[in-house]
């Protein structure tokens, strides 16, 4: 069984910076992404890591802004946010895939086969 816990969200303004944290019992030989949900509506893709950290991805609205990285070492992903608009206001939830190849990531939720419980930010004006 493997257990993701994040931390690191928070209250904001508008161009601050935050970094979320996803602590995981086992991280080094998996794919793992960051996902986010707000009100009303659906879970949605942020940024993706391959297992090896060779290979991102990046939901159009926060290319540039964000950055997703991993450190094998520590069991633990991150995901360092800038420029941080109201928009980006949401539960962050970081996943995790069982099996995946070295360079592939992933975009999809349903590809996801474990889920942390989320962290709330929120980005004020």
């Known amino acids: 069984q493997v257990q993701l816990v994040e931390s690191g969200g928070g209250l904001v303004q508008a161009g601050d910076s935050l970094r979320l944290s996803c602590a995981a019992s086992a991280l080094s030989i998996y794919a793992m992404g960051w996902f986010r949900q707000q009100p009303g509506k659906e879970r949605e893709f942020v940024a993706a890591?391959?297992?090896?950290?060779?290979?991102?991805s990046y939901a159009a609205s926060v290319k540039g802004r964000f950055t997703i990285s991993r450190d094998n070492a520590k069991n633990t992903l991150y995901l360092s946010m800038n420029s941080l608009e109201l928009e980006d206001t949401a539960v962050y939830f970081c996943a995790l895939k069982l099996a995946s190849g070295p360079d592939y990531y992933y975009t999809k939720s349903s590809s996801y086969d474990y889920w942390g419980q989320g962290t709330q930010v929120t980005v004020s004006s």
């Open positions: 890591t391959s297992r090896n950290g060779g290979a991102t």
